[in-house]
Structures are given as C-alpha cells and as structure tokens.
C-alpha cells in the first residue's frame, strides 16, 4: 500500500494513470473511494493522484490533536506532488478537499496548474459566521465520538458507505481541519491566476451562494452547476459530471492563462 511518511504519519495515496498530474482531495469524513467512478475517465489522459487526508480512511489517525490541521493538509498534498515527480498539478477537491485545494494555492502558486473546485465553500470574511461553522465542526467532532462510524450512515452519499478504521480521526479532524482560523483563503479568490472550474449539484443548497461567489471573485472561473445532485455531485451524477470537467481538463493545453483583477 503506497504511503508518504510525513514526520511518522503514513498518508495513503494512490496513481492511476500517466499524463499531466491531476490531484484530487475528498471530502470531510469520506476516502478516496468516491472517486471510483471517475478514475477511467480522468486517468485516460491524466496521472491521477487519489488520497486520504490524515484520519480518514487508509492513512494514519494520529493521537495528538495538533497533527490536524489546515498547514498540515497543504503540506501532505506538497509532499503527495514530490513523491509522484510531479512539480506542478492540476490540483482539486470536493467541500474540505475544495477548501484545502485553495488553500494549498495560497501557499504554493507556483505549484497550480488549474483549480477544480467542487461543492465547496471558500471560507468566511466574518468572524461570526466562522465562528458558527466552527461550533458545527466542534459539534460534529463530540458526536463521532459519541456514536462513532454509524454517524455516517445518516450523511449524504459520498460519505454514507466509505470505510474508516474507527471515528477517532474524524473527530481530530473536524476540530483541526474542518474549522477555520481566519480569512485569508477567501481573500486570496482575487488573486488566483490559473484557469479554475466551479462545480456544484444544483440541489446543493447550502453551497450555491458560495459557488457564485467563487465564480466571481476568482479572475476567469468557470461555473457549471449540474442538475438533480447534492452535495455528492460526482457520485449523483457521473456522466454530467465528468461532462462538465473533461471540456475544461482538455482546454487546459490551449486555455490562455487568467488575468488577475485589476
């Protein structure tokens, strides 16, 4: 089983594939799993580079609570890119994988080729509202220890059937990785220069406001909101899914880069 050890924490990553390097990050309590459907499509043209985000399933759960966190996370996909030879990726994710796709943007620019950001928010600009979703992570951290695995069973489809050893991890991870500190993510939208893509299911309620902000704020982005799915887009719609993301990946080798605003 292929790891990355980053300092005695063995991160599972998967390659499927050969071509320009494309990364993709799951979502908050999911595995690389939920891209099952994806990887013909995606790994026909592309190195495709799957993995699990530190707690979640085939890599470590590790004790310590500091061994969680958003600097972490952009650090274990650095180092996913360094394993696989890769120096710069097209690099996305779904909800938190989107988020810390952004995030790993801000810190290393030169290391984007693209953004594919998927039912995902960016952040928060007010400390209030940061606030409440973080209250919600910490929340859902106390009940996966409560209830354990079978908190999932209720949670939606990219989420409801995937295998973790135990809840432990995911309770560190809602209180390290899923709550946020600050704006800076959010307030970088404006900067990013590289050719991004914004998907969300169209019955994905909570994320469309945020989706239309990412939009507009990242110069160029493109939207596509892709009708009769949730929060699982990809898992609720495939096809339209993979519609909507082979077009862009395939423009990527003529696409002019964005501009930055002005």
């Known amino acids: 089983m292929p790891t990355?050890?980053?300092?005695?924490?063995?991160?599972?990553?998967?390659?499927?594939?050969?071509?320009?390097?494309?990364?993709?990050?799951?979502?908050?309590?999911?595995?690389?799993?939920?891209?099952?459907?994806?990887?013909?499509?995606?790994?026909?043209?592309?190195?495709?580079?799957?993995?699990?985000?530190?707690?979640?399933?085939?890599?470590?759960?590790?004790?310590?609570?500091?061994?969680?966190s958003e600097a972490l996370?952009?650090?274990?996909?650095?180092?996913?890119?360094?394993?696989?030879?890769?120096?710069?990726?097209?690099?996305?994710?779904?909800?938190?994988?989107?988020?810390?796709?952004?995030?790993?943007?801000?810190?290393?620019?030169d290391r984007v080729r693209a953004l594919l950001i998927i039912d995902t928010g960016p952040g928060f600009k007010k400390d209030e509202a940061r606030e409440a979703w973080n209250k919600r992570a910490y929340e859902t951290g106390d009940r996966f220890e409560r209830e354990g695995l079978e908190v999932l069973k209720s949670a939606s489809r990219e989420r409801s059937s995937v295998s973790h050893r135990d809840a432990s991890g995911l309770a560190r991870a809602a209180r390290g990785m899923l709550t946020q500190r600050d704006?800076?993510?959010?307030?970088?939208?404006?900067?990013?220069?590289?050719?991004?893509?914004?998907?969300?299911?169209?019955?994905?309620?909570?994320?469309?406001?945020?989706?239309?902000?990412m939009a507009a704020k990242i110069p160029g982005a493109r939207k596509v909101v892709i009708a009769a799915a949730g929060h699982a887009v990809n898992i609720d719609q495939p096809q339209p899914f993979i519609d909507a993301v082979l077009p862009f990946l395939n423009g990527l080798q003529t696409m002019p880069p964005a501009k930055a605003a002005s």
Do not use: C
């Open 4 to 68: 990355v050890n980053r300092d005695g924490v063995n991160i599972y990553y998967e390659v499927h594939g050969s071509g320009p390097p494309l990364l993709l990050t799951h979502g908050y309590s999911s595995t690389s799993a939920m891209w099952q459907g994806q990887i013909a499509a995606l790994s026909k043209h592309h190195k495709l580079v799957l993995w699990d985000m530190r707690g979640h399933g085939q890599s470590d759960y590790p004790d310590d609570p500091s061994a969680y």
């Open 73 to 109: 996370t952009v650090g274990d996909v650095a180092a996913l890119l360094d394993t696989v030879g890769a120096d710069k990726a097209i690099v996305g994710g779904l909800s938190l994988g989107g988020y810390m796709s952004l995030a790993f943007y801000r810190a290393h620019p």
């Open 183 to 213: 704006a800076r993510v959010i307030e970088s939208l404006p900067d990013i220069k590289v050719p991004s893509l914004v998907v969300v299911g169209a019955d994905d309620t909570p994320f469309l406001a945020a989706s239309d902000y």
